[in-house]
């Protein structure tokens, strides 16, 4: 995930800086740092970035704003657990 991926799913989500830096267990000025910077992101921040987006999708009815690699592990899952 890039940093223009991020404020792209961000503003997807409809989340402020603010909103997102707090699911994600950062302070706002972590979080500007974050997407003001031209560094790859943590891994540790792509994956809360990740999860929160699961979570909008499931509350927003759009499976669309999780990233295609967290769908395909939900669907995996989702699988496994009805035993397909």
């Not at 800086?17 to 891994?43: C, H, M, N, P, V």
Request: without cysteine; proline residues 2%; charged residues 30%.
């Amino acid at each position: 995930m890039t940093i223009n991926e991020l404020i792209e799913l961000r503003k997807a989500m409809g989340l402020t800086q603010s909103e997102l830096a707090k699911l994600i267990g950062l302070g706002l000025r972590a979080y500007q740092e974050i997407e003001g910077t031209d560094r790859d992101l943590k891994l540790r921040h792509i994956q809360a970035v990740e999860r929160v987006a699961l979570r909008e999708a499931v509350k927003q009815g759009n499976p669309m704003l999780a990233p295609e690699s967290v769908r395909r592990d939900a669907l995996d899952l989702s699988r496994l657990i009805r035993g397909d």
